[in-house]
């Protein structure tokens, strides 16, 4: 059955429905009118998601291809507003309308305590529907508008709590950088304009096909003419390095960990930060016209999978560790596309958006348990106050540590062996940071697993000398935290509400099976169709194709693998120091110290872009403001000009004095200059 | 029948008529909100009433006015002087509503300049002789003179001064450069000076006259330092009306004189007007983020902003002459319109929101403020969105204009497009700054926690602003649709050499 427009939209309109019933009647539908009306809505275009994938996948129906309305039409240049629907969109609906429903359900319980319970609601549900935007637009201008989109909810729900200074500080940041990227995004979108005469993907994607696209050149300076789709290509994936935060625009993610912790697991872990990854994929037709684009994406990728990967490490708040660890795997699925592995890029954005979001769910989860106490240092032994948060959290951390069989494992797993069979420049260097990524990931979540769940109980529960603090139950006010001191629980902690776990619980489902049941057709059997594009002589994934004999194979085969030996010396250095001997950990670190303090500041890149972006714009403003507006336009210019006339004038009024011997005397000193100017001119030729 | 002249005429003679009768303040009040709404609602019909396949011109009325000089009383209107007239008389009904309580000292004159000032305005635009033009370029320096003089901050004297000698001094070149054009065709008509053949020297000298006269409306770096000093002293609906549309006079003429009159000249110099749009842009974003004032900071980023209008305008001319490609040309002047009637909107917002605080605190200063969010809950959200559409977000009405330059530009000269996309980055930098300073953090002062939610005169100015910034973003076709049929004459005129 082929799909139909009506219900596109509706998918597409019931969660912007919910949300603004939310936001703008948040006094009249209450609490639970909002959080109802949004579920609704998200829940609705969950259906109707799965529906439109198996319609695509087994119900035979063709790729939708449609525009809504034009947005302009200048000549021949036109923008539109439309949908396009393929399995590659289907696969990104479900996710994100999944995660979504996840993740409203979990607000719940979050949020319960929280003023701004019905503006959270909106906010994600608004998301929600900024994100369906992105992922079915047709067309480079809709793609845009959904990217900003994203952007401007992460921008309010990182700032959601905006009395916290470092939330509103965090998100002015993350715009900021998003903005950088969305410089050179928007400059690869008119880039596309001037190659292919359109912003249509339909259009641009079949105009690839002419081989004269590929060896266009364009002179950005002239007698220096470049190969427009490098230029094109590298610009989009800055868009992509700014929103799916790659090295150097990756600063921004960590601290977006300011927002409330359903949002860290919705946008910065499972959809949002993935759409650079889903849009590259998307673009697979352009981004294989220009093989250095492609290494560019390949650099820039391993280096953000290993070196982030390595300040989860000595991360001690729970969220941030999680955080890191998102900001790895971002760059595990950027070495895939670099790789023209788009397929593999893809399938780990999946994957990953199942165990991340429960991750992050359940470090939330934790964190209600704690009162809101983040530092990994005062938990510890918690596995028996929250059984299920303990479980689905294990589960979690060994499909993203690649343990053969679960979901991580396929789809990292299959990224590492593309690597290895690449011939693209770089491709050696990104072979070494992925692996040495493997033991880094493994050894940052069995840490955070044994730190928070395993071990002494290193928070103590009582009333004790804080009980002046007791009647302070709402917890997510800051200022009331401050009075707490860490490590210092009121009551003790336990499990949290059904609404929290359930979430947990569905989430767990996928990050166990989906690899084992679905890398077969989506990695291997040509799944996407000709929603991926890859040339003949790039195509490593056909490649391992021919090695791949269904999932058990793929798993008993991934024992003999170093992947696997390297998670596992990951797992056993962890144990190792994190369960058995916790002293050598600070040891290590003192042992280590120069090494420790790099991570621990994070290369110091905010230091370093608070210097020169930050304090130097400043300083370069007031430079132009003082020493150019008010110095030398106003000052010199303006008001020179102003007071040069009026020193003309003061001249002038001197000189009519109105006293006659004045004017008498000026007369005869004329006369002698008249005549003495006579003489000398008669003279002087004498 | 005269729709134009009505339009002209109803808002001059009711100002005439408030002064007359609004001895009581709530009666002029009144008065002037009726004849800004009845403005307002027969300008409508323009916009309805305009034939895209029509005749150039259009509600044209002539009537001879000097007739040694063979200068008329000429009106008529194309799609860009409809859509500017109506966003004239869109803002206008906004500003008198918005001036309500806030001005309680003389309203029968105030409101009176409001509405002789909205006349004028709306001639500047239908004019179609040159004097008339000139004359209704000028006359709108009298009544904002007054309302900066009168109603405005400490240092008035200083910026009426400023304000008017500088936009006057620019008027004058421009008034050589239409006598000029009067000696050289012996009539005042827009449409003969298009076709007066000119040599390239004598384009030249017309083209910098019209310059420095437009150039110091739009304004442009480096003559636009009297536009944060009269916004700074000016009371806020002045600043409204002087961002949201006196500004657009000078992007109005480039378009109405520069290009059709010297085009060749406009092509020679077009480097120079790209090279000062793109000054603007960056070096003005720098200068806006380092303001205190909050009025001074959205002064610069209108300086800002208005560099895409010029960027765009002039960026057409190497499209349709070097490369041939009108289309792009097009997409260029249209992106630098839609950037003028979305400026309007959104300076005239954000200069309202300004208003609301000051109105409640009484200081401009960003220091004074800071938690605005927790005591202004639904003011917080208006400001937002105008801070949002200022930094050009898709979906507001200030992502069209500078998408279509950035796309337009870039067809001619990546290099161009690359530096006026910095704007992406700047823009936001100084807009969410002052929203993180100001709106956002925990309550700065006692003041601030006192400060009451926006009353129900403040919703509907809001309100009405925040429709025209969501209208345009989410569907600006109606608007380009509009403004079409005179973009593709312009673009077509710009093709033909003169000299």
């Keep these: ?686 | 029948m005269h729709l134009l002249s009505l339009l002209i005429w109803l808002p001059i003679l009711g100002a005439v008529a408030v002064l007359a009768f609004g001895r009581q303040a709530n009666t002029a009040r009144w008065l002037s909100l009726a004849v800004a709404l009845a403005t307002f609602a027969l300008s409508i019909p323009l916009w309805t009433g305009y034939v895209p396949a029509g005749p150039a011109m259009q509600f044209v009325e002539q009537l001879a006015w000097i007739p040694a000089l063979k200068a008329n009383y000429a009106l008529g209107v194309d799609g860009i002087a409809i859509a500017l007239i109506v966003l004239t008389t869109f803002t206008s009904v906004l500003v008198v509503i918005g001036s309500w309580g806030p001005i309680d000292n003389r309203v029968s004159q105030y409101m009176a300049s409001m509405l002789a000032l909205e006349g004028l305005l709306v001639g500047v635009f239908a004019a179609t002789d040159a004097l008339l033009f000139y004359v209704f370029f000028e006359g709108m320096l009298i009544p904002m003179f007054i309302i900066i003089g009168i109603w405005g901050g400490p240092r008035r004297v200083y910026a009426t001064l400023k304000f008017f000698i500088y936009t006057f001094l620019g008027s004058i070149f421009m008034l050589v450069g239409l006598i000029y054009l009067h000696m050289k065709t012996g009539e005042f008509s827009l449409a003969a000076f298009a076709h007066a053949p000119l040599s390239t020297r004598e384009q030249a000298w017309l083209f910098f006259a019209f310059l420095a006269g437009f150039a110091i409306k739009v304004p442009m770096w480096p003559v636009h330092t009297w536009l944060p000093d009269a916004h700074v002293e000016a009371p806020t609906g002045g600043s409204v009306i002087l961002a949201a549309i006196m500004l657009k006079v000078g992007g109005y003429g480039f378009i109405r004189f520069s290009l059709p009159i010297t085009p060749d000249a406009s092509q020679e110099y077009a480097w120079l007007v790209i090279a000062l749009s793109l000054i603007a842009v960056i070096y003005i974003g720098y200068v806006a983020l380092v303001q205190e004032d909050m009025k001074k900071l959205i002064a610069y980023s209108s300086v800002a902003h208005m560099g895409f209008v010029t960027l765009g305008i002039f960026i057409a001319l190497a499209l349709v002459r070097v490369d041939g490609n009108p289309d792009g040309a097009r997409l260029g002047i249209q992106g630098a319109m839609v950037q003028m009637i979305s400026h309007g909107f959104v300076s005239g917002a954000l200069f309202s929101c300004i208003g609301v605080m000051y109105d409640r605190l009484h200081t401009r200063m960003i220091k004074d403020y800071g938690g605005v969010a927790n005591s202004m809950p639904w003011f917080a959200a208006f400001a937002v969105l105008f801070a949002m559409a200022n930094c050009g977000l898709p979906g507001t009405s200030g992502f069209v204009g500078e998408f279509m330059v950035i796309l337009s530009a870039f067809q001619t000269s990546p290099l161009v497009a690359l530096l006026a996309a910095f704007t992406l980055i700047i823009s936001a930098a100084y807009t969410l700054w002052l929203v993180k300073r100001v709106i956002f953090g925990e309550v700065g002062n006692d003041k601030v926690a006192k400060m009451k939610d926006l009353d129900a005169r403040e919703w509907i100015v809001l309100g009405a602003f925040a429709l025209g910034v969501l209208a345009v973003g989410i569907y600006p076709k109606p608007l380009t649709d509009l403004m079409e049929p005179a973009v593709l004459q312009i673009v077509q005129q710009l093709g033909l050499a003169k000299a």
């Design chain 1, 1 to 686: 059955m082929a799909l139909s427009k009506t219900l596109l939209l509706a998918i597409v309109l019931a969660p912007l429905f919910g949300a603004v019933v939310a936001g703008l009647f948040r006094n009249q539908v209450g609490r639970v009118g909002a959080a109802g009306v949004t579920i609704a809505g998200v829940a609705l275009s969950c259906v109707l998601s799965f529906y439109v994938l198996y319609q695509l996948a087994w119900g035979g129906a063709a790729t939708f291809n449609e525009n809504l309305y034009t947005w302009f039409q200048v000549g021949h240049y036109s923008a539109h507003v439309g949908f396009m629907v393929d399995r590659l969109t289907a696969m990104m609906m479900v996710v994100v309308t999944f995660v979504s429903l996840m993740v409203h359900i979990y607000t719940i319980g979050y949020m319960a305590e929280d003023d701004g319970f019905q503006r959270f609601f909106s906010y994600i549900a608004l998301f929600t529907f900024s994100m369906l935007m992105l992922v079915m637009s047709n067309n480079f201008l809709q793609l845009f508008f959904g990217w900003e989109a994203v952007g401007l909810v992460s921008y309010l729900l990182i700032g959601f709590w905006f009395k916290r200074p470092s939330a509103i500080f965090a998100n002015l940041k993350a715009f900021l950088v998003n903005r950088v990227g969305d410089f050179g995004f928007i400059l690869g979108i008119a880039g596309v304009l001037l190659w292919f005469g359109s912003l249509d993907y339909a259009q641009v994607f079949a105009a690839t096909t002419d081989p004269a696209a590929a060896t266009r050149t364009v002179e950005i300076f002239a007698g220096h003419p470049w190969s427009v789709a490098t230029i094109v290509c590298i610009c989009l994936f800055i868009g992509a390095m700014g929103k799916s935060a790659q090295v150097p625009l990756h600063v921004w993610l960590p601290d977006s960990m300011e927002g409330p912790t359903p949002i860290s697991a919705l946008i910065h872990a499972a959809t949002m930060v993935t759409a650079g990854i889903f849009m590259v994929a998307r673009m697979s037709p352009l981004f294989e016209l220009s093989e250095t684009a492609l290494t560019f994406v390949l650099v820039i990728g391993a280096t953000t999978a290993l070196f982030t990967g390595l300040i989860g490490v000595v991360q001690n708040d729970i969220k941030r560790v999680v955080a890191y660890s998102t900001l790895s795997q971002l760059g595990y699925m950027t070495v895939a596309l670099g790789v023209s592995a788009y397929a593999g890029g893809v399938y780990h954005l999946m994957t990953h958006a199942f165990f991340k979001a429960l991750l992050f769910l359940g470090a939330g989860s934790v964190i209600v348990a704690m009162h809101h106490e983040q530092d990994m240092r005062y938990m510890g032994g918690l596995r028996k106050y929250m059984p299920i948060t303990w479980i689905t959290m294990w589960l979690g951390s060994l499909a993203l540590a690649g343990t053969p069989g679960f979901a991580g494992f396929y789809s990292k797993d299959a990224i590492i062996e593309a690597v290895g069979e690449s011939h693209r420049a770089g491709a050696s260097y990104a072979y070494f940071c992925v692996m040495a990524g493997v033991f880094v990931t493994a050894l940052y979540s069995f840490r955070l697993l044994y730190m928070t769940f395993h071990g002494k109980e290193r928070f103590v529960v009582g009333h004790g000398k804080h009980a002046a603090h007791q009647g302070n139950d709402d917890e997510h006010a800051p200022q009331e935290e401050v009075g707490h001191e860490p490590g210092h629980l009121d009551h003790p902690p336990h499990e949290s509400p059904w609404v929290i776990t359930l979430p947990l619980v569905l989430l767990a489902i996928p990050s166990v099976l989906v690899g084992w049941t679905t890398i077969g057709p989506m990695l291997f059997g040509d799944w996407f169709g000709a929603a991926i594009r890859v040339s003949e002589h790039n195509d490593v994934l056909r490649e391992l194709g021919h090695e791949f004999h269904g999932p058990l194979a793929m798993l008993l085969h991934g024992f003999t693998q170093a992947p696997f030996w390297l998670a596992f010396a990951g797992f056993a250095v962890a144990t190792w120091i994190w369960l058995f001997n916790p002293g050598i950990a600070d040891k290590a670190k003192q042992a280590l110290r120069p090494l420790y303090n790099v991570l621990a500041n994070k290369y110091w890149v905010d230091e370093l872009y608070q210097a020169v972006f930050a304090r130097g714009g400043v300083a370069l403003g007031r430079g132009l403001w003082k020493g150019g507006d008010v110095g030398v336009i106003d000052g010199a210019l303006v008001n020179g000009s102003t007071a040069a006339v009026a020193r003309f004038a003061q001249v002038v009024r001197w000189l009519q004095s109105g006293y006659l011997y004045h004017y008498a005397f000026a007369m005869i000193l004329g006369l002698i200059a008249l005549l003495g100017g006579v003489w000398w001119v008669t003279h002087a030729t004498l």
